[in-house]
């Protein structure tokens, strides 16, 4: 009797952690779903096979999402952070860890190789910043926990013609790092840096209107729950449309609530971006 409970106990125990490890496999190697998809998006994985990204699909670690010139992708990451890819962009999903909890495992790396993306970090990145880095031409870009826009400008692209080629950052609530091998700088909101080549040092220069637009500094919220009382960046989120012939930018409301964008489908303009 003893022999046959110990057996119970035993499988019941295997079954446990079979479903545990399951969960894990499940999850390994996705870093977010496709919330919005507007236009022709394509996604690319490392083997180099590509596909049409639909409203709903997974997007993994090392996959590749491409906008064509009047499309663009919402994407919402499993630690909660949103990315928007802005039109006739390359924006590659390098490496993504990360299995509920902050335990200094997880990152989130991304290569920036074209155009742009708006992003609104999740929790990977809060506690361990060095585990959130985005590789961007000329730069690598750190956050300092943040809703920040970068774009890589490169030669011969419909963008090099109203603005110099390079890297430009700017952030608009928290804070980012920008570093190339000759130094770095930290942005602060409403402001941009920018890196014109990876053996220059990067700068900060006024915002770049022809790549995003100046917002108002967040106002700061009372928060009486873990931090006791003490005040937290409000996260403003944008609602600009693509329009087909400008440069991409931001169009600010009144502050919104970070909150996954519903789609209009009685709407005739294109799905809305952060």
């Known amino acids: 009797m003893k022999a046959t409970k110990s057996i119970i106990v035993f499988l019941g125990v295997l079954l446990t952690a079979c479903l545990a490890l399951s969960g894990q496999a499940a999850y390994a190697g996705i870093a977010g779903h496709a919330q919005f998809v507007n236009g022709s998006v394509q996604v690319t994985n490392a083997a180099g096979q590509a596909r049409a990204m639909q409203k709903g699909d997974v997007v993994h670690e090392s996959d590749t999402v491409t906008t064509a010139r009047v499309s663009s992708a919402q994407i ?10 802005r039109p006739d962009s390359r924006l590659r999903f390098d490496s993504f860890v990360f299995t509920g909890e902050q335990d200094g495992n997880e990152k989130s790396f991304f290569s920036l190789l074209s155009g742009g993306f708006r992003a609104v970090t999740g929790l990977i990145g809060q506690k361990n910043k060095s585990n959130y880095r985005i590789f961007a031409g000329a730069s690598t870009i750190g956050i300092r926990g943040t809703d920040h826009e970068t774009f890589v400008v490169v030669p011969g692209s419909a963008l090099a013609v109203i603005v110099p080629v390079g890297t ?14 000759k130094g770095t700088i930290n942005i602060l909101p409403n402001q941009m840096g920018f890196a014109a080549a990876a053996d220059q040092m990067p700068q900060l220069l006024p915002v770049n209107l022809n790549l995003f637009t100046a917002v108002p ?21 944008d609602g600009a449309v693509q329009e087909q012939n400008t440069a991409p930018g931001n169009v600010v409301p009144p502050p919104a609530t970070l909150s996954p964008i519903t ?3 009685g709407a005739t303009a294109p799905p809305k971006v952060f």
């Open 217 to 237: 500094s967040p106002a700061l919220q009372g928060n009486s729950g873990a931090t006791g009382g003490a005040g937290r960046e409000s996260t403003v989120v």
């Open 76 to 85: 919402k990451m499993r630690d909660g952070g949103l990315i928007a890819v």
């Open 168 to 181: 430009y950052n700017k952030v608009n609530t928290g804070e980012t790092v920008m570093t190339t091998s």
């Open 263 to 265: 789609e209009d489908r």
